[in-house]
């Protein structure tokens, strides 16, 4: 017997019935976006490894330790390509948007689904595939545009039952606004050399911003000390900072200035913000994003502004289950107990038009060819399957041109029969007595 593979450290299979958990969000998620009239967008998975490097920046953790990279084979002029799994999906979007223009006729609402991928240490939340979900507003300058990517996501949250999450909201300013702040970060950082751990002490020259999104517990009193960015901002800063407070307040959205909130890309400007858990342990942060309002120059495009989030599935379904929220399964309305195997061109010829009309039908199937296992068990399956009703193609019944149906779960309705007889005469009006409606789940 051949060696058994396995799948890649990190890299999970999502299998039923787990996976019916993700198709329920993804189906909220779509419709919400749909509300907010934010259109879907798919980029590649593999990018040049430039645009990563030029868009999250050079000095960050992703492109410095995270990336998948690799040199691709040569062309048939002798060149290679650097490509790169991507890690995020903003500068793929950006690269997208760049590309092909989008931003022509004025500005656009997107938003995306789909894996990314960082080489790191695998733990709860936290995998080397992993999946967001993420919503862009590009070519909008405005703080109410920030405010309703917020807004955006708090729905979300109502939508899929989650309550225990904090926004935490902060303003990075402008260029010239950080640089002088960055100044007096460095000099204060200086100031307390001996303090500061490997990690920060590289970053000092480099980018002292992120010394600030530190999680070493040692340094948290050195950092709580620092110069504050917000004491930086100037007027028109501020005034886009207290759009967005007053658009959230408006709203009765709860919100915390956080002032070492910085992210950890550095592409972000002006507005930054959280949506975080205590019910996850270190991976708390179960949304994050802000503006990046320099970002589509950078990759090549026209100078445009930008705000984006981006959730992640798996952080986000461990905290349905941690709140002991219950995702409704997705379970066949119908399954078909069938006696006998004679009978199965029939009973596949009322099954379609029974799909034809909207019904998720279970048909039992057997291993043996030539027999489809006892009533019995048949029944057993067809409990365990979690359909409401069973159609049984008995032989008697099929003589009279018929099929009974049999609730097999919810209060009685049918004429309070344990079975009622359907005409196969009329199939197409059996779909108003099956399952729950007539649309396809």
Same mark, same amino acid.
């Given at each position: 017997?051949?060696?058994?593979?396995s799948?890649?450290?990190?890299? =999970?299979?999502?299998? #039923?019935?787990e $996976?019916?958990?993700?198709?329920?969000?993804?189906?909220?998620?779509? $419709?919400?976006?749909?509300?907010?009239?934010?259109?879907?967008?798919?980029?590649?998975?593999?990018e040049?490894?430039q645009?990563?490097?030029?868009?999250?920046?050079e000095?960050?953790?992703?492109?410095?330790?995270?990336?998948?990279?690799?040199?691709?084979?040569?062309?048939?002029?002798?060149?290679?390509?650097?490509?790169?799994?991507?890690?995020?999906?903003? !500068?793929?979007?950006?690269?997208?948007?760049?590309?092909?223009?989008?931003?022509?006729e004025?500005?656009?609402?997107?938003?995306?689904?789909?894996?990314?991928?960082?080489?790191? %240490?695998?733990?709860?939340?936290?995998? %080397?595939?992993?999946?967001?979900?993420?919503?862009?507003?590009?070519?909008?300058?405005?703080?109410?545009?920030?405010?309703?990517?917020?807004?955006?996501?708090?729905?979300?949250?109502?939508?899929?039952? *989650?309550?225990?999450?904090?926004?935490?909201?902060n303003?990075?300013?402008? /260029? !010239?606004?950080?640089?002088?702040?960055?100044?007096?970060?460095?000099?204060?950082?200086?100031?307390?050399? +001996? *303090?500061?751990?490997?990690?920060s002490?590289?970053?000092?020259?480099?980018?002292?911003?992120?010394?600030?999104?530190?999680?070493?517990?040692?340094?948290?009193?050195?950092?709580?000390?620092?110069?504050?960015?917000? =004491?930086?901002?100037?007027?028109?800063?501020?005034?886009?900072?207290? +759009?967005?407070?007053?658009?959230?307040?408006?709203?009765?959205?709860?919100?915390?200035?956080? #002032?070492?909130?910085?992210?950890?890309?550095?592409?972000? =400007?002006?507005?930054?913000?959280?949506?975080?858990?205590?019910?996850?342990?270190?991976?708390?942060?179960?949304?994050?994003?802000?503006?990046?309002?320099?970002?589509?120059?950078?990759?090549?495009?026209?100078?445009?502004p930008?705000?984006?989030?981006?959730?992640?599935?798996?952080?986000?379904?461990?905290?349905? %289950?941690?709140?002991?929220?219950?995702?409704? /399964?997705?379970?066949?309305?119908?399954?078909?107990?069938?006696?006998?195997?004679a009978?199965?061109p029939?009973?596949?010829?009322?099954?379609?038009?029974?799909?034809?009309?909207?019904?998720?039908?279970?048909?039992?199937?057997?291993?043996? $060819?030539?027999?489809?296992?006892?009533?019995?068990?048949?029944?057993?399956?067809?409990?365990?399957?979690?359909?409401?009703?069973?159609?049984?193609? +008995?032989?008697?019944?099929?003589?009279?041109?018929?099929?009974?149906?049999?609730?097999?779960?919810?209060?009685?309705?049918? !004429?309070?029969?344990a079975?009622?007889?359907? #005409?196969?005469?009329?199939?197409?009006?059996?779909?108003?007595?099956?399952?729950?409606?007539?649309? #396809?789940?």
């Open positions: 017997m051949a060696e058994k593979i799948a890649v450290k990190g890299m =999970n299979d999502i299998l #039923p019935p $996976s019916a958990r993700w198709e329920w969000l993804e189906q909220k998620v779509r $419709s919400l976006m749909s509300r907010y009239a934010y259109r879907n967008i798919r980029t590649p998975i593999l040049h490894t645009l990563f490097i030029r868009g999250i920046g000095v960050t953790d992703i492109v410095e330790k995270e990336m998948y990279s690799f040199e691709d084979r040569s062309d048939k002029h002798g060149d290679h390509s650097h490509l790169t799994m991507r890690p995020e999906n903003t !500068a793929s979007l950006v690269r997208a948007v760049t590309e092909h223009n989008l931003l022509y004025g500005g656009k609402r997107l938003y995306y689904m789909g894996p990314m991928f960082r080489r790191e %240490r695998p733990q709860r939340g936290r995998y %080397r595939q992993f999946h967001q979900i993420g919503a862009e507003a590009l070519g909008y300058p405005g703080p109410e545009v920030d405010a309703e990517l917020i807004l955006l996501a708090v729905a979300l949250w109502k939508e899929i039952g *989650l309550t225990d999450w904090r926004l935490e909201i303003s990075l300013g402008q /260029p !010239a606004e950080r640089a002088a702040h960055r100044a007096q970060l460095v000099s204060y950082f200086e100031q307390h050399a +001996g *303090l500061l751990d490997e990690d002490t590289r970053r000092l020259r480099s980018n002292p911003l992120r010394i600030l999104d530190t999680k070493n517990p040692s340094m948290q009193a050195l950092v709580d000390g620092a110069p504050q960015l917000i =004491n930086f901002l100037g007027a028109q800063s501020l005034a886009h900072f207290d +759009g967005l407070k007053a658009v959230l307040d408006a709203n009765k959205i709860d919100w915390t200035l956080n #002032p070492r909130l910085v992210r950890g890309l550095d592409y972000y =400007n002006l507005t930054v913000f959280e949506f975080v858990t205590e019910r996850l342990g270190a991976q708390g942060t179960i949304c994050a994003g802000g503006r990046y309002d320099y970002l589509i120059e950078q990759v090549g495009g026209k100078p445009a930008a705000v984006g989030w981006a959730l992640g599935v798996e952080r986000v379904l461990d905290l349905i %289950r941690e709140q002991g929220h219950l995702v409704p /399964p997705l379970t066949p309305d119908v399954y078909a107990v069938i006696p006998n195997a009978s199965l029939l009973v596949m010829q009322v099954l379609q038009v029974l799909r034809d009309a909207g019904i998720s039908i279970h048909m039992h199937t057997s291993a043996s $060819s030539d027999s489809m296992g006892s009533v019995k068990s048949q029944f057993k399956k067809a409990d365990a399957s979690g359909a409401l009703f069973a159609l049984i193609f +008995g032989e008697s019944e099929l003589e009279q041109r018929s099929v009974a149906l049999k609730r097999l779960r919810g209060s009685p309705s049918l !004429a309070g029969e079975q009622t007889l359907l #005409p196969l005469d009329d199939i197409a009006s059996w779909a108003h007595l099956l399952g729950r409606g007539t649309t #396809p789940h």
